[in-house]
Nanobody, 124 residues
Framework: QVQLVESGGGLVQAGGSLSVSCAAS????????MGWFRQAPGKEREFVVA????????SYADSVKGRFTLSRGTAKNTVTLQMSSLKPEDTAVYYC?????????????????WGQGTQVTVSS
């Protein structure tokens, strides 16, 4: 069993920066593809970014490209999402996700593990 725990998030003004992190615990002998999704009230969960198991490949949603940066930590299956130039439309609950398969897919159903989510609120 694998558990994903998010940390960070909070409230920030538009144009500001914030970071959220995710760490896997439990059965973490293997490396996982890690990703972030977000869900705003009344909207579907949407893909934000994912990073391959090696960290060599990262895929971003067009809406965050150039503003968000996802990186792997030194500990296995830990990632940090640095968010800058934040906009009110970035406000959502951000979920960390992990998958055993290869490929930084944008499809939520392809991920095997999910965190509880952390709130990010950007005020205008």
């Amino acid at each position: 069993q694998v558990q994903l725990v998010e940390s960070g998030g909070g409230l920030v003004q538009a144009g500001g920066s914030l970071s959220v992190s995710c760490a896997a615990s439990g059965r973490t002998d293997s490396s996982y593809t890690m990703g972030w999704f977000r869900q705003a009230p009344g909207k579907e969960r949407e893909f934000v970014v994912a990073i391959s198991r090696s960290g060599g490949s990262t895929s971003y949603a067009d809406s965050v490209k150039g503003r968000f940066t996802l990186s792997r930590g030194t500990a296995k299956n830990t990632v940090t999402l640095q968010m800058s130039s934040l906009k009110p439309e970035d406000t959502a609950v951000y979920y960390c996700a992990g998958r055993r398969g290869m490929g930084a897919t944008t499809i939520p159903g392809a991920y095997d593990y999910w965190g509880q989510g952390t709130q990010v609120t950007v005020s205008s």
